[in-house]
């Protein structure tokens, strides 16, 4: 094993002086995950090309060191830092944000995308073309990678889509006599050696683009999505989850590689976008009303719904208090300019941490002020509907679906069993309504950064529910409840897939009350995390494990992602994530 000198002093000669950083100032941001999670490094190396990332990597290799892939560092279970900082070994973070390059294939019905390209550049490339990705808004607002979605198998909104999947990508791995290895199977023609082939893919010079064989069955092709989603979305009655970061199904190569190889390039399916999408918003006091909405939906109607989005009651109100600057900015901004908005907000975060004599979280709380002053954003049905209704459901159909559904759902609420009721969004309550939705997410990280000491830490879980689970509201035993303050439930409720987040009452220990949450889903046959990956945070499933030591037999990247021990060997050991 080189000294970190030497290696330092290889990667400098890789990808230039300028593009090699060692002070933990300047590395700080990219050391620290965008939640939780941190470690050191020796370096942080920011390729400026695909060749440069190639000799990046081969110098890390060459020199014993441990390599953490990076882009937008949008990770919310530690999976795109280092974790602490007793890896034994030199750590280097590669961060791929410069290599942004997206090509398109056969008129942009598919595209290439390489590492560092984020879900938004791609939402504006093919807008034009009628065509839209995997993801809309979402993460996409933060600048979230392509890539980083395909190696976390990341889930979504929209039910026809499924999580993000591919089978056919270019990348380098470490193999069992630790030479780096670059494997092409994108199905495109890009040359022999290396470099070659790299200098090709980046400047879009393909020779032949055509199919590639699965290898577990010949008599199909690879695929660049996951085609099977929808019908097994609508299988209701089955006793599994729809999807789920650890689901066997969906481990292959890049995808769900959670950065156990250094992914090049991915090529993946694009989307027609709907001619017409119309919006409904539903609300209901009875759980198991909801419960039979979901299967008719998923098995009465032509098609499944574009999306249907679930909020309780409780998150409806925190995120109307605590999401309402945020709400504001995305409305006035635009996604265009969230990115960089994010992107910004996280240096000042990082600048005003280091000045210990200003309070925490200076800037959420200043924002947080800021939020009151504005008027109220939501429109008014929606928030009658909240007075009346607990449970809260954004439906979307599209195209020859919206008539189908809007005399399927006026039939199912004039049922006398079937208690709630129905409106019709105009398109400004479909856009504030979605974007309710949206500022949830974040609703529960600004409650709790603003009244830190006066309420206990926020325990997140994203859970997979099985497919034919009626029960689905979640009821905690005694000894579980009085440790939480406040429960906010919101998620994709058609994919079953719901995000769960926990004030803990002060004093309670997160960890704690984790195991034993943990143990409740297990009893209920929920699969987590669902959507977010291992990363530090959670134990990966079996399956993972088997996966990860394939794909990376000498611990090489991103060692210690879902271990439970210190940073054992492939194939040893477990962990955890959100």
Known sequence: MADE??????????????HVATDSGRTEHFRKGF???EGAAAAV??????????????????????????????????????????????????????????????????????????????QG???????????????????ASIVGGIANNS???????GPAYTELALFARVDENGRLVLVNHTGIELGDDPETMLANLERGEF????????????????????????????????????????????????????????????????????????????????????????????????????????????????????????????????????????????????????????????SDRVMQGFGRCLPNHLPRRMRDFRDRYEHHLVLKLADDNIDAGRA?????????????????CDDREAARAMLHRFVSAGAAIRYQRVNQGKVGELLALDIALPRNEMDWQEKLPPEI????????????????????????????????????MLAVLDARGARYPAEHNVGHVYEAAQAQKAFFAELDPTNTFNPGIGKTGKYPAAGVGGCGCR
């Open 155 to 161: 889930g979504g909104a929209l039910c026809h889509r």
């Open 207 to 362: 020779g032949a683009v055509g199919e590639l064989p699965h290898p577990e069955d010949p008599a199909r092709a690879r695929m660049a999505s996951d085609r099977e989603y929808v019908k097994r979305l609508c299988d209701v009655d089955a006793g599994t989850a729809s999807r789920f970061n650890a689901d066997p199904r969906r481990l292959f190569e890049a995808s769900g590689c959670a950065g156990k190889v250094a992914v090049f390039a991915v090529r993946l399916d694009t989307f027609a976008v709907p001619g017409r999408v119309k919006t409904f918003y539903l609300g209901s006091n009875d759980a198991a009303a909801f419960a039979r909405l979901r299967r008719g939906l998923l098995t009465e109607l032509p098609e499944p719904p574009v999306l249907g989005e679930y909020l309780h009651r409780d998150m409806f109100d925190l995120a109307a208090r605590y999401g309402k600057d945020d709400f504001y900015v995305i409305e006035k901004l635009g996604t265009a300019r969230l990115p960089k908005f994010f992107r910004a907000k996280g240096r000042v975060d990082a600048w005003l941490a280091k000045r210990r004599w200003l309070p925490r979280h200076l």
């Open 125 to 143: 490339l093919l807008q034009p073309l009628g065509r839209a990705p995997h993801s809309e808004i979402g993460s996409s607002c933060i600048g």
């Open 35 to 37: 939640r939780s999670g």
């Open 5 to 18: 000198s030497q290696l330092i002093a290889a990667l400098r000669d890789a990808v230039g002086r300028a």
């Open 408 to 424: 399927w759902l006026t039939r199912f609420f004039e049922q006398g069993e079937n208690e709630g009721a129905i409106f019709e």
């Open 45 to 122: 190396v920011f390729p400026q090309s695909l060749v440069g990332l190639w000799r990046a990597l081969q110098c890390c290799v060459d020199a014993g060191a441990a390599i953490i892939l990076q882009a937008a560092n949008t990770g919310l279970t530690e999976g795109s830092t280092p974790s602490g900082d007793d890896y034994g070994r030199p750590v280097v973070v590669i961060n791929t944000l410069a290599l942004d390059g997206i090509h398109l294939v056969d008129q942009g019905r598919q595209v290439v995308a390489l590492p560092g390209a984020t879900l938004h550049r791609l």
């Open 481 to 516: 409840s009085r440790q939480i303050m406040h429960r906010l439930y919101y998620g994709h409720f058609l994919c079953h897939v719901f995000h769960q987040d926990y004030i803990l009452e002060p004093g309670a220990d997160p960890v704690a009350v984790k195991k034993a």
